[in-house]
C-alpha cells in the first residue's frame, strides 16, 4: 500500500525461546511490539529519539550481564531476550513501585484516568501496595501555552514531550527543570508552547500531565466512542479518531498513518470539529417563494452588500423541500431552458457528494453543464498558511484549506466544470440563470461580494448548508446538511491519498445527509431506482471514474489508499531517523 | 603484585606530580620551563609516531584517575584510526566528588602540567581540539588555566604547527555550572555541547561517538599530569612506583577526623592504615576510628578493621570498596554514622539529574527514611527497607550515580547495623553526635 519496503537486514534472535527475526536497525523492544510480545514502555515513542529513562522495558539479555533496556538494545545474531521470566517481572515491579512514590494518584479527578499507561502498567505488571510512606513531592501546574496544560505531579518525566517538540515540532520550546525527584516539565522564560502542533504533546504523554485544554475535565475517556475519520480542516487530511459522548464530538485524536500523518496532527485541526456543536447549527428544511424582482432579466443584481434579502422562508421537512427543488427545477427548465441553471459545488464535498451532484445537475437541467447548458463552479475557502516540522517527516499542515480539492478536481474538473468562476460570475449577474443550487458546507465562508449579490437577486436559490451566513440569507430554499463527523464519505488529500470519512453522530434535528438528499432527488426524477448508503454511492463512482477504479471501502480500510499519482508523496524521514539516537 | 613500599619509602617518597607546587610562581610558564618543561612533549611529537605513544602508555600501565581506573592507552586505543569526522579531548576538571580536592592543586599550582599531558595525548589520538571542563566553583584554577593556555600559545606550544610539525592543537576552558553529574563523563558531554547534563547511553561509548556524536577521549586531569613524567623518566621508573595493576603515584586526598588533612602525592598501594598515621597525622585527641570512605563519597565505606586495605585499585576492589578519586574521609568514633549517612544521600538526592526513574525517586525515597531514622522517627524495618531500594537502585540506569548512593549506604547497612538498630530503637539521635559537634582540634 505504502512505498516499497526496502529490504531490511534481519539477524536472528530469540526472545522468551521464540525464534524472530530482527530487523538490524531496530531496537528490540519495536521488534517484540510488532511480533506481538508486549513489552510496557512510556520514553520509547516509535517516531522520537531514543531517551532511555523510565526503565519500564528492562529485559534479559543472553550477552548482557546486566538487565538491558529493551528500546535502546539492539539485536545481536544468536542472542536470547527474556521478557517474561520471575527476574523481569521483578525489575517492572521495582520500576512501577518507583514511578508512583511522588504520584499523586488521583486518577478519580485526572482526565487519562482509562486510557493511562501509569494505570494500566500498575494494573498489569505492578504490586498492590507500596513501600512508600514518607512525604510526596510537589510540583506545578501549570498552562504551558494557550492550548496545553500540564499536571506536573502526574508527571514521570518520559521527555516524549521534550523530544517532540525539539525533534518534530522543531521549536524546542519544553525542557526539563530542576534535578532529581524535583525534575519538572516547564517551558523557556516567555516563550510559551505555541507551535502549531502542540497539542499533540497531550496525545503523546503516556500519563495524565499534559492535556489539550480544550479536554480538560470534559469527560471521563472509558465513556467515549471513538470513530476513525479523517480530518476537514486542510488538504493534509489527518487521520483521526473522532471520539463522542452524549452525542456530542469530545474531542479529535490523531491516528497513526505513515502515508499522510505520521502521529501528529495540528491544533487547529484538532478543534475542528467545533462548528458540528454550534447552538446555531441549520437544522430544519425551509422553503420559500421564489424571488420576484429579479425574474424579469433587468440585469444586475439589486440587494446591496449590507442589505440581506428578508427571509420569507417557511419551515419545511425534508419530502416537500425535496418537491419543491423539484418543481421549481422542471418549470424553470420549461420556461428557460438548462442555460438557465447554475450548480456551485464545494471543495467541501466528499467524493460521493460530487459524483452525485454532478449528476444532480445534468438531471435537473436537462443538460450537461457548458456554455449551453447549466453554468457551474465551486467553492473552495483562500489558502491559509502552510507549515512543516523542522525536522521531516510524513507530517505538514497544508497552505489548502480544503478538505477536498484535489477530489474536486479529479471528479468535477471537465465532466462539471470547465470555465473559470468569473464566468459563472458573469452569468450570475446576467440576470439569464433563475435557479441557482449552492452547496456550502464550509464553516467560517464568506464568498466573495460579487457572488454573494448575485445570489440575493436570482429567483430560485437553493442552498445546502451547515450554518447560517451570507450562503443561506439567500437561499429561497433551505437545505440544511451533515457536517464531516456526520456523513460518511472519501476525501481525497492533497498528495492524492483517498482516506474515508465516517459518521460518528446523526445530523441534527431533521438533517439527512447530502448523500441521501441528492440521492432522494435523483430517484424521484427516476434517475436511480433505491437510495444507496456512501459505500455503494463509492462503488458506482469506482466503476465510473478511472482514478478510483479497483478501489472500495474495503481495499481504503481505515488508512486509506493513493488514488493518484500527480504528487508522488516521498517519505521524508520520520524523527528518529533524522535525529538519529 | 610486586611489594608494596615499605612505610619508609613511602614516607621519604619523592613527589611527582606535586613536587613544585607550594614554590613561587610555580603555575607561570617560566617556572616551568626552568626545571625541564615541555621536554616530553617536545620529545614526544618529534621522535615518536603516535601509535608508538600509545603503546608506551599501554605499557606503563597508567589508570584513569578519575575514579573508574580505567587503562589510559586501551581508552585512547578504541578511538577510531580512520574518521571523516574530527576528534576531541575533554579533560575532565569537574571535580565534584566529595571529599576530593586533587585535580584543583594541579589546577591552581602547575597547570602546565596539564597542558603538556594534554599535548601528548593530542599527539597520540591525533586530535586538533580540547576541551578543559572545569567545576564552576573553582574560579582560580579556571584564571590559572586560562593564563596557562595563553603563555602557551605565545610560545607557540599551543596554535599551530607546534614544534614545527603538523601539529595544530586548540585548548579551550570550559566552566561548568556546578552539577555534579557533569563530572560523569557524558554528562559532562551533553553539558559542553550546550544541553542539560544527562548522561548518555552508551553504546556508543565516547571514544567512538561523543562530543557533538565525534569520536572522544575523557581524560580526568590527574591522569593526563602523569604523562611527561613516563616520557621524561620513562616506563620501566613509572613501573616501579605503586604495585603490578596500579602503577604510579597517587594524589590522596585526606579530611575529615585527621591531624594533617590535605593532598598528599603517595605511590598507589600504600596501607590506609600507612596514610591515616604516618602520613596524616593520626586521628586527634587519639581517638579511634568509626570508618573511613576511601575513595569519594560514593565508595562503601570501610571498617576500622580494615586499615590494613592497600590504597590501589586492586586493593580497595577486593576489600568490597573503590579507590574512585581516592578522595579518603576518616571518621572518628564520635561520628554518627546516621548523620554521615544522611549527609551523602542528601548529595545524591540534590545531584540527581532525574533522567532515570531508579535513581530519580529511589535517591529522594533513601534521604526521605534516612531524614526520618535521624529525626528519631526510625523504624526498625526501615534498614531492610533502604537496603531493597539500594538493591533496587543498582545497575539499573544509565549512568552509575544511583549506585554512587546505594553502595555506600549498602556498606553502612551491613557493617554498621547493630548501631543503627541500637540507634533506631532509642529512638532520638545518637547522644555521640552532640560530641561530634564540639570543634575539631583539627579543624
Redesign the interface.
Given at each position: 500500500m505504502s512505498a516499497p519496503a526496502k529490504t531490511v537486514e534481519t539477524v536472528k534472535i530469540k526472545v522468551n525461546g521464540k525464534e524472530l527475526d530482527a530487523p538490524k536497525d531496530q531496537p528490540v523492544l519495536q521488534t517484540c511490539l510488532d511480533n506481538g510480545i508486549y513489552i510496557p514502555h512510556y520514553c520509547y515513542h516509535p517516531a522520537l529519539s531514543?531517551?532511555?529513562?523510565?526503565?519500564?522495558c528492562?529485559c534479559t539479555a543472553s550477552n548482557a550481564p546486566?538487565?538491558v533496556i529493551s528500546c535502546?538494545t539492539f539485536p545481536a545474531e544468536g542472542a536470547e531476550y527474556t521478557t517474561e521470566s520471575e527476574e523481569v517481572k521483578k525489575?517492572r515491579e521495582?520500576?512501577l513501585?518507583?514511578?508512583l512514590?511522588?504520584h499523586p494518584l488521583d486518577c478519580p479527578v485526572c482526565d487519562q484516568a482509562g486510557e493511562c499507561d501509569l494505570q494500566e502498567f500498575s494494573f498489569r505488571f505492578g504490586k498492590d501496595d507500596s513501600?512508600?510512606e514518607?512525604?510526596k513531592?510537589y510540583r506545578h501546574t501549570k498552562k504551558l501555552g494557550t492550548n496545553v496544560r500540564l499536571y506536573g505531579n502526574r508527571c514521570?518525566?518520559c521527555t516524549r514531550c521534550v523530544r517532540f517538540c525539539e525533534e518534530i515540532a522543531g521549536d524546542a520550546e519544553l525542557?526539563?527543570r530542576?534535578?532529581?525527584?524535583?525534575?519538572i516539565i516547564d517551558t523557556f522564560p516567555g516563550i510559551p508552547l505555541e507551535n502549531p502542533i502542540s497539542g499533540c504533546v497531550a496525545d503523546i504523554c503516556p500519563v495524565g500531565a499534559l492535556f489539550v485544554d480544550d479536554f480538560v475535565h470534559k469527560t471521563r475517556v472509558f465513556f467515549l466512542e471513538s470513530t476513525t475519520s479523517v480530518c476537514n480542516m486542510c488538504a493534509t487530511g489527518c487521520s483521526i479518531n473522532v471520539d463522542t459522548w452524549q452525542g456530542e464530538v469530545q474531542r479529535l485524536r490523531p491516528r497513526h498513518n505513515p502515508d499522510v500523518n505520521d502521529y501528529w496532527m495540528c491544533d487547529r485541526g484538532r478543534v475542528g470539529y467545533k462548528y458540528s456543536g454550534a447552538a446555531e447549527r441549520l437544522s430544519r428544511y425551509e422553503v420559500g417563494p421564489a424571488r420576484a424582482g429579479s425574474s424579469a432579466g433587468d440585469g444586475k443584481a439589486k440587494a446591496g452588500p449590507t442589505d440581506p434579502p428578508r427571509s420569507t422562508r417557511a419551515p419545511s421537512d425534508f419530502g416537500k423541500a425535496l418537491a419543491a427543488v423539484s418543481d421549481r427545477a422542471e418549470r424553470v427548465r420549461r420556461e428557460h431552458g438548462p442555460g438557465a441553471f447554475a450548480f456551485v459545488a464545494s471543495a467541501w464535498m466528499s467524493v460521493e457528494e460530487m459524483f452525485l451532484f454532478r449528476r444532480l445537475a445534468t438531471t435537473l437541467a436537462g443538460a450537461v453543464p457548458g456554455e449551453a447548458g447549466p453554468a457551474t463552479g465551486i467553492l473552495a475557502v483562500a489558502d491559509g498558511e502552510a507549515w512543516t516540522p523542522r525536522v521531516g517527516g510524513a507530517f505538514k499542515i497544508d497552505s489548502d484549506r480544503n478538505p477536498n480539492r484535489k477530489g474536486a478536481e479529479m471528479l468535477l474538473l471537465g465532466s462539471f466544470i470547465s470555465e473559470p468562476f468569473s464566468v459563472l460570475l458573469d452569468r450570475l449577474e446576467s440576470g439569464a440563470i433563475k435557479f441557482a443550487w449552492v452547496v456550502g458546507g464550509i464553516p467560517d465562508f464568506s464568498p466573495m461580494d460579487r457572488f454573494r449579490d448575485a445570489l440575493g437577486a436570482i429567483s430560485n436559490v437553493v442552498v445546502t448548508d451547515i450554518l447560517p451566513g451570507p450562503l443561506s440569507e439567500r437561499a429561497t430554499i433551505l437545505l440544511p446538511a451533515a457536517s464531516f463527523v456526520e456523513k460518511d464519505g472519501v476525501f481525497v488529500n492533497g498528495r492524492g491519498w483517498a482516506q474515508r470519512c465516517r459518521a460518528a453522530l446523526p445530523p441534527p434535528g431533521e438533517t439527512r445527509t447530502e448523500l441521501d438528499l441528492f440521492q432522494e432527488l435523483l430517484r424521484r426524477a427516476g434517475e436511480r431506482e433505491r437510495v444507496l448508503s456512501a459505500q455503494g454511492v463509492y462503488a458506482e463512482l469506482a466503476a465510473e471514474v478511472g482514478a478510483f477504479a479497483d478501489t472500495s471501502y474495503k481495499t481504503l480500510g481505515a488508512l486509506g489508499a493513493r488514488v493518484t499519482d500527480d504528487e508522488p508523496a516521498e517519505r521524508e524521514p520520520t524523527g528518529r531517523e533524522a535525529a538519529?539516537? | 603484585m610486586s611489594a608494596i613500599s615499605k612505610p619508609s619509602d613511602t614516607l621519604a617518597f619523592e613527589p611527582v606530580l606535586t613536587r613544585y607546587i607550594g614554590k613561587k610562581d610555580s603555575h607561570t610558564l617560566d617556572f616551568y620551563l626552568s626545571h625541564g618543561g615541555y621536554d616530553a612533549a617536545k620529545r614526544v611529537v618529534r621522535d615518536y609516531k603516535p601509535d608508538e605513544v600509545i603503546d608506551a602508555v599501554k605499557k606503563s600501565g597508567l589508570r584513569g584517575r578519575g575514579g573508574a581506573g580505567f587503562p589510559c592507552g586501551l581508552k585512547w586505543s578504541f578511538v577510531p584510526k580512520k574518521t571523516d569526522k574530527p576528534k576531541y579531548l575533554v579533560c575532565n576538571a569537574d571535580e565534584s566528588e566529595p571529599g576530593t580536592f586533587k585535580d584543583r592543586v594541579i589546577n591552581e599550582e602547575d597547570p602546565h602540567q596539564l597542558l603538556e599531558g594534554i599535548l601528548i595525548t593530542c599527539w597520540a589520538v591525533g586530535i586538533e581540539t580540547a576541551y578543559i571542563y572545569i567545576r564552576g566553583e573553582m574560579w582560580r584554577g579556571a584564571q590559572r588555566l586560562k593564563a596557562a593556555i595563553d603563555e602557551a600559545y605565545a610560545k607557540g606550544y599551543l596554535g599551530k604547527k607546534i614544534f614545527g610539525k603538523k601539529f595544530n592543537l586548540d585548548v579551550t576552558v570550559h566552566r561548568g555550572a556546578g552539577a555534579y553529574i557533569c563530572g560523569e563523563e557524558t554528562g559532562m558531554l551533553s553539558s559542553l555541547e550546550g544541553g542539560r547534563g544527562y548522561p548518555k547511553l552508551k553504546p556508543p561509548f565516547p571514544a567512538v561517538e561523543g562530543l557533538f556524536r565525534c569520536p572522544t577521549v575523557v581524560n580526568n586531569v590527574e591522569t593526563l599530569a602523569n604523562l611527561p613524567h613516563i616520557f621524561n623518566r620513562g616506563i620501566e621508573w613509572y613501573r616501579s612506583i605503586g604495585t603490578e595493576e596500579s602503577p604510579g603515584p597517587k594524589l590522596f586526598c585526606v579530611s575529615g577526623h585527621v591531624n594533617k588533612p590535605g593532598v598528599y602525592e603517595r605511590p598507589l598501594g600504600i596501607p590506609l592504615r600507612e596514610l591515616i598515621y604516618d602520613v596524616c597525622g593520626g586521628i586527634p585527641g587519639d581517638r579511634g576510628i568509626r570508618a573511613v570512605i576511601p575513595g569519594g563519597s560514593s565508595a562503601p565505606f570501610l571498617g576500622p578493621d580494615e586499615l590494613d586495605t592497600p590504597m590501589s585499585y586492586e586493593g580497595l576492589k577486593d576489600a568490597g570498596s573503590m579507590l574512585g578519586s581516592a578522595g579518603v574521609i576518616v571518621l572518628d568514633d564520635t561520628t554518627d554514622l546516621l548523620s554521615a549517612l544522611l549527609n551523602v544521600g542528601k548529595f545524591y538526592h540534590h545531584e540527581s539529574c532525574g533522567q532515570c526513574t531508579p535513581c530519580r525517586e529511589g535517591c529522594g525515597w533513601v534521604e526521605k527514611i534516612l531524614q526520618r531514622m535521624h529525626d528519631g522517627r526510625g523504624r526498625s524495618e526501615d534498614i531492610d527497607l533502604v537496603d531493597e531500594i539500594c538493591n533496587q537502585m543498582v545497575g539499573k540506569t544509565i549512568c552509575v550515580l544511583s549506585d554512587a548512593l546505594a553502595m555506600p549506604a549498602q556498606s553502612v547497612l551491613k557493617k554498621f547495623r547493630p548501631e543503627l538498630e541500637k540507634l533506631i530503637a532509642q529512638g532520638r539521635p545518637d547522644v555521640l553526635c552532640e560530641l561530634a559537634r564540639e570543634p575539631s582540634p583539627a579543624l
Open positions: 531514543i531517551s532511555g529513562n523510565c526503565r519500564m528492562l546486566k538487565a535502546a525489575l521495582i520500576i513501585e518507583f514511578l512514590i511522588n513501600r512508600f514518607e512525604e513531592n514521570i518525566v525542557c526539563v530542576e534535578r532529581g525527584d524535583s525534575n538519529k539516537r | -
